[in-house]
């Protein structure tokens, strides 16, 4: 039997696929806006970062549901917010990744908002085959962003032999962190595959970060099947929307 903290992952995520399979198959589209830009190449440095920006700010640059029709878009509750920022681990080096795949802020933000993405199976028979993918961005002052992205990347090799991590009381070991497909957006992007092999069943997190001026946006995605996939489509809008 899975543990715990796979158990209530797999569990949450094939509830809120259920729910939003029903919910998309009754709503109505709005059209989707395909603005044209170039996906910026990735950058060891930036123009000084502007101001943070507040938590009602960066709601508004969220991904909506209007311009991801391909997903359901729902806020996340304030249960799963609060389980996320209980991550923890036993490697301190690893904590910023850790922090990372729960979406909890990595550093001190001055602004925070988030929401989750489901995507929409072609039938009720592929719920289970539907990646989760919780969306966090975070906004910060001065050299903030740049800080905290290269924690996250210290840490994913740091700790790409493993560890276990924790949330809400409950624990995970994750067996390896292998660079996953690259992703190019933002001035910098990260993108990472986290394993764990529970009782002989294979758990897969698919992580990518993106840093854009002084703002983080970090995407963790799950699958009630064990199997996320990459969450591209949402990365690529939701990057666009940072500028």
């Known amino acids: 039997m899975r543990s715990t903290l796979v158990r ?36 060891s440095s930036a123009a000084p970062a502007a101001k943070g920006k507040t938590d009602a700010e960066l709601v508004a640059l969220l991904v909506t ?13 304030p249960a799963e917010l609060a389980a996320a920022a209980s991550a923890g681990t036993d490697k301190p080096e690893c904590l910023p990744l850790v922090k990372a795949q729960s979406t909890a802020p990595v550093g001190t933000p001055v602004g925070r908002a988030g929401t989750k993405a489901v995507a929409v199976p072609k039938s009720v028979g592929e719920v289970l085959g539907a990646t989760v993918t919780s969306i966090a961005l975070a906004s910060y002052e001065g050299k903030g962003a740049e800080e905290a992205f290269a924690a996250v990347k210290a ?32 001035d910098e992007a990260l993108a990472y595959t986290a394993l764990a092999d529970v009782d002989g069943e294979k758990a897969a997190t698919e992580l990518v970060v993106v840093r854009k001026g002084n703002i983080i946006a970090t995407f963790s995605a799950v ?6 996939e990459q969450p591209k489509a949402v990365v690529e809008i939701q990057a666009k929307k940072l500028g």
């Open 155 to 186: 840490a994913a090799t740091a700790c790409a032999g493993g560890y276990t991590g924790s949330q809400a009381g409950d624990s995970l070991k994750i067996d390896k962190v292998t660079p996953a497909a690259p992703v190019t957006a933002g």
């Open 223 to 228: 699958s009630p099947s064990g199997s996320a």
């Open 8 to 43: 209530r992952t797999v569990l949450t995520a094939s509830a809120v696929s259920l729910a939003l399979l029903s919910t998309a198959c009754g709503s109505d589209k709005a059209d989707d806006k395909k603005a044209d830009a170039k996906p910026s190449a990735a950058a």
């Open 65 to 77: 549901q209007a311009e991801l029709p391909t997903h359901v878009v729902r806020a996340a509750t």
